[in-house]
């Protein structure tokens, strides 16, 4: 089936600086990728839309220039959280629309120190 | 826009025993309910999915059922086994778009 594959799985950084956040649609073109955030023990809470070629979406609250995303191939979507703060630590996890619904990645734990 | 709610949150049954979870929804224009299985520190599974035409699919031990008036949608898995303990999400589209609202999970335990 259609995977999607998400780097790196767990990352560590300091604080104030940036992090960059790939997935890649293997075997399939997702014109469409979506970016969500986890917290422990809660559920996914959707931050932004990434549309090929164009400017991705943001959901309410989230802050585009703190969460960049870029999509600018059929297959690759990047998350880059800049000047990355503790609260920012958090397990993001990105999926893609295919025929039979939704392809997740496998999530980074981004840990700020 | 789009409300699901699931219940319940925690869910410990033994070995061989079923389990069920249920949701519901809030948007009568939702056609489309998957429900994922989410494993410690990986990204969620799609484990099995209905669509609004149908009361009921079933797949092995899971299946789902539907219910288009009431709105709500449920997972049951028969002779649970310690493998099936994980987080499991429901979830529904919101407002009629590609953007999906998820449950808030259960955390299913299959006691051996």
């Known amino acids: 089936g259609a995977v999607v594959s998400q780097h790196p799985s767990w990352v560590i950084c300091k604080s104030g600086t940036s992090v960059k956040i790939e997935c890649r649609s293997l075997?399939?073109?997702?014109?469409?990728m979506f970016w969500y955030r986890q917290f422990p023990k809660q559920s996914l809470m959707l931050m932004a839309t990434?549309?090929?070629?164009?400017?991705?979406?943001?959901e309410q609250g989230v802050e585009k220039d703190k969460f960049l995303i870029n999509h600018a191939s059929l297959t690759l979507s990047t998350l880059t959280v800049t000047s990355a703060h503790p609260e920012d630590s958090s397990f993001y996890i990105c999926?893609?629309?295919?025929?039979?619904?939704?392809?997740f990645g496998s999530g980074t734990r981004l840990t700020v120190v | 826009g789009e409300n699901v709610e699931q219940h319940p949150s925690t869910l410990s049954v033994q070995e061989g025993d079923s389990a069920v979870i249920k949701c519901t929804y809030s948007?009568?224009?939702?056609?489309?309910f998957p429900w994922y299985k989410q494993e410690l520190g990986k990204g969620p599974q799609l484990i099995i999915d209905?669509?609004?035409?149908?009361g009921e699919k079933k797949d092995q031990r899971i299946a789902v059922t539907l219910n288009k008036t009431a709105k709500h949608f449920s997972l049951h898995i028969t002779e649970t086994q310690p493998e099936d303990s994980a987080v499991y999400f429901c979830?529904?589209?919101?407002?009629?778009?590609?953007?999906?609202?998820f449950g808030t999970g259960t955390r299913l335990k299959v006691l051996a």
């Open positions: 075997d399939f073109q997702a014109t469409t």
């Open positions: 209905i669509r609004s035409n149908v």
């Open positions: 979830a529904a589209p919101s407002g009629g778009t590609y953007k999906y609202i």
């Open positions: 948007d009568s224009a939702s056609n489309y």
């Open positions: 990434s549309n090929e070629g164009s400017k991705a979406t943001y």
């Open positions: 999926s893609a629309r295919v025929v039979s619904g939704y392809t």
